[in-house]
Nanobody, 129 residues
Framework: QVQLVESGGGSVQAGGSLRLSCAAS????????MGWFRQAPGKEREGVAA????????YYADSVKGRFTISRDNANQTVYLQMNSLKVEDTAMYYC??????????????????????WGQGTQVTVSS
């Protein structure tokens, strides 16, 4: 079992920044696919960033490319999502997800919520105009 705990959400004005954290604990593997997803009210959950921790390979959805950065701190088993130039449309609940082994990252399934085995409880991000 893997436990994921997100933090760092909040309310900011458009153009502002936030950094989300996802702390992992439990039976964590060295090679995982770590994903950040978001879900706005009435919308489907969508992937915004993913990282294959075995090699540090990084993937971004087009909607956040150039504005969001995913990174990791191996010593603390924490994955971050730095969000800059935030837009009103970035408002959503943000979730961290993990798939042990990392295979999920190798292909379009990296954006599929069903491909991940473990999820955090989510942290709310609200961007106002």
């Amino acid at each position: 079992q893997v436990q994921l705990v997100e933090s760092g959400g909040g309310s900011v004005q458009a153009g502002g920044s936030l950094r989300l954290s996802c702390a992992a604990s439990g039976n964590t593997y060295r090679r995982n696919c770590m994903g950040w997803f978001r879900q706005a009210p009435g919308k489907e959950r969508e992937g915004v960033a993913a990282m294959y921790t075995g090699a540090g390979w990084i993937y971004y959805a087009d909607s956040v490319k150039g504005r969001f950065t995913i990174s990791r701190d191996n010593a603390n088993q924490t994955v971050y999502l730095q969000m800059n130039s935030l837009k009103v449309e970035d408002t959503a609940m943000y979730y961290c997800a993990a798939d042990q082994g990392g295979v999920t990252c190798f292909g379009s399934q990296r954006w599929s919520p069903g491909a991940y085995n473990y999820w955090g409880q989510g942290t709310q991000v609200t961007v106002s105009s």
